[in-house]
């Protein structure tokens, strides 16, 4: 999945445009539109394929009988739904649960896209079979739930759809021991970043080291960098924070 600058500055944007939008035939079925919900600021995204049919009804994500079970999963972590931020990959309901058709999840991508660009979210759990698709198409969900994966500047973790855990109790056991596995995730995406920047370093070093050698009016200017707050440092300061989760 591409992360493209969106047309939009922020999640109420997204929201207000998808309870508007008509950018495919799902707009004539639904009751309500269900943009997301939870924290703008989020580590952690949780990602389902669509609303069903509470969600359409309440215009929120995850408020049946799965949503409750997420509840109860996610208290074990421990999390709060305001910890979090959970959508689908469509905002708008299938008739009869069906599969979004692909032309339908294009239409919706942007605003998954650009609500993963805003949130910046250092883990990204996949709800189902369908959502983990999107981001590992060569995964295979009885294989790959519960496996932690790098997938650039975060990491996936793909577990079963908690209705597929209410219809199969040994599936709502496996669930339940990947979604302990977030507070693995989240350290891991972490070292994933602090990785980064060390090479972003180790690259400033060899530049500076070559500066120095071309003359002492450089040094001026390492000087009054120096003095500054080191950008990542400001950086390390919010992972930090985000650890305190845990
Ligand atoms: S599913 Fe997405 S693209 Fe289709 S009408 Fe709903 S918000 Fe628009």
Known sequence: MSEQSSAWSSIDQIASEVLACTRCVLADT??????????TNAAVMFIGEGPGKNEDE?????????????????????????????????????????????DEVAACLPYLEAQIELIDPRVIVTLGRHS??????????????GRIINIGKRVLLPVYHPAAALRNPRLNETLRADMRRIPEAVRESLLLRTASRADVKSTVGEVRTREYAQGAAISARETETDSAPAPEMEEAGDDQDQMTLF
């Open 30 to 39: 639904r009751i309500n539109a269900v943009p997301g919900d939870g924290s």
């Open 58 to 102: 309440q215009g929120l994500p995850f408020v049946g009988r799965a949503g409750k079970l997420l509840d109860t999963l996610l208290d074990e972590v421990p999390l709060r739904r305001d910890d979090v931020f959970i959508t689908n990959v469509v905002k708008c309901r299938p008739p009869s649960n069906r599969d979004p058709e692909p």
């Open 132 to 145: 983990m698709l999107r981001f590992y198409p060569q995964g295979k969900i009885s294989n790959d739930h």
